[in-house]
């Protein structure tokens, strides 16, 4: 996004669900309720849910650099304190955050297909309300009368 924009490329971005807010793009809860923690902050409740491709201590960080001094290889009893994978999950999700709004910097307009989802991105800090333009899916198109059915005849799907 940030070549485009050096090339004075105007960047216009759909948002289509919650990928920027959540891992798992879902921003829910075990429970199917809405994750009010992942809308206003880096969360890492699904990273921990979901822990495949979570870099934890003693692996490279996510940006492919080398370990830093001092990090042992990771062992079975050091990793499964609960406060530090906790830790770890959340320093990875701020990352992930801190990435998307270093992205979404490069754009200049956002299309949202709902007011509901332009409302959760606005809460969440990532874009200005002001920055998105709501495009329902679909074309509203002509508008037919439904087929009567008529009595006695066979029924015609298609």
Do not use: K
Request: proline content about 8%; glycine content about 10%; some cysteine.
């Amino acid at each position: 996004l940030s070549i485009a924009r050096e090339h004075g490329a105007r960047v216009v971005m759909t948002l289509h669900d919650y990928h920027a807010l959540c891992d798992r793009a879902t921003l829910s809860t075990p429970g199917g309720e809405i994750c009010e923690r992942g809308v206003r902050e880096a969360c890492g409740s699904c990273l921990e849910r979901y822990p495949l491709n979570v870099p934890l201590p003693g692996d490279a960080p996510l940006r492919g650099d080398a370990p830093s001094p001092g990090h042992a290889p990771r062992s079975a009893e050091g990793l499964r304190h609960e406060g530090d994978l906790r830790a770890t999950y959340d320093a990875r999700a701020h990352e992930r955050r801190e990435a998307f709004m270093q992205h979404f910097r490069a754009v200049v307009r956002f299309l949202a297909p709902s007011h509901f989802l332009a409302a959760i991105y606005a809460d969440s800090g990532l874009v200005t309300r002001n920055a998105i333009d709501v495009l329902p899916y679909g074309h509203p198109g002509d508008v037919f009368e439904p087929r009567r059915s008529v009595s006695g005849r066979a029924l015609r799907v298609g």
